[in-house]
């Protein structure tokens, strides 16, 4: 069964410091990969995503994840960090029809 | 972006009532549902495939007649909690598929007590 490893449980940043959230799945085949980012007291909301083509995939907000597949990683990363990027972020991947398997988040601290 | 909600927002119920949960596409028609569970701390654990008149799809260890999972329209999706119990406690998302590009819409979530 695939699964999606996130190692950051939490982070702590200052504003502008730079963020990378690693993300490691284990399925063999094609994958269609999503990192989400849930603020607080929101509903999860789609950053960024990859199906195919250029492994850099940019997002919302001024982030992006790069798709590594001799790693099996889809890193979470984002320049210069601000205080509203506070929130859990969540890497997931498409187990097939649509059925997402998630991360168990990374909870991220912006302090300003 | 399309929105997802999610009716009631929060609910508290005695062991061994049942419970609905509805999710509501507001803006677009969504062929396919699911729903999640999460635990406190943890990630969302994906429960069942929900698609419009036909029967939803239920994960390994999930029990079908336990979580009642209706699919009447392409804008509704509802998922009942039979017979809960305080282990059943636990917060319920559900999310629905826009099948023009393949992205997954989520609703605010649900949380369930049942004391």
Redesign the interface.
Known sequence: AQSVSQHNHHVILSEAASLELGCNYSYGGTV?LFW?VQYPG?????LL?Y?SGDPLVKGIKGFEAEFIKSKFSFNLRKPSVQWSDTAEY?CAVDAG?????????TRLLVSP | ?AV?SQHPSWVICKSGTSVKIECRSLDFQAT?M?WYRQFPK?????MA?SNEGSKATY?QGVEKDKFLINHASLTLSTLTVTSAHPEDSSFY?C?A?DQDN???Y????TRLTVT
């Open positions: 269609n989400y929101q509903h999860l909301q789609l995503k199906f969540f029809f649509q059925k997402l398997v998630f991360g168990t988040g | 972006g997802v396919t699911f943890q990630s969302l654990m994906l495939t994960e998302i999310s598929s393949y992205e997954q989520f609703g605010p979530g």
